[in-house]
């Protein structure tokens, strides 16, 4: 969660980092999509992935650039919470 103040930064700052936590997460095995998102209104943002298993999930709780990403938002003032690794019930294609 953030300042509403922050939304900018924010965005600029998730944007910039884009490239190499892309590059990352995309070499880590399991990964079947990942989604970074930002409630306008909320000022709030979330990192939506699926994964093959609950253990390919947690692979994001030690990546590198995934920390370096955290790290520096935390500098702009946002606050997070835990990870959270959720077993899918089911889903809708369009």
């Known amino acids: 969660f953030f300042e509403q103040t922050l939304m900018e ?10 490239a190499p ?12 999509d990942f989604y970074m998102s930002v409630d306008v209104l909320g000022t ?3 990192n939506v ?14 990546l590198a650039e995934m920390l370096a990403q955290r790290d520096m938002l935390i500098g702009l003032g946002i ?4 990870n959270r690794n959720y077993r899918g019930l089911w889903s809708v294609k369009p």
């Open 21 to 32: 936590l892309e590059v990352a997460v995309k070499a880590l095995p399991g990964l079947l």
């Open 79 to 82: 606050k997070f919470q835990p």
């Open 49 to 62: 992935t699926v994964w093959e298993s609950v253990a390919a999930a947690k692979q994001l709780d030690t």
């Open 9 to 18: 930064a924010v965005a600029a700052a998730v944007r910039e980092g884009r």
């Open 44 to 46: 709030s943002f979330v």
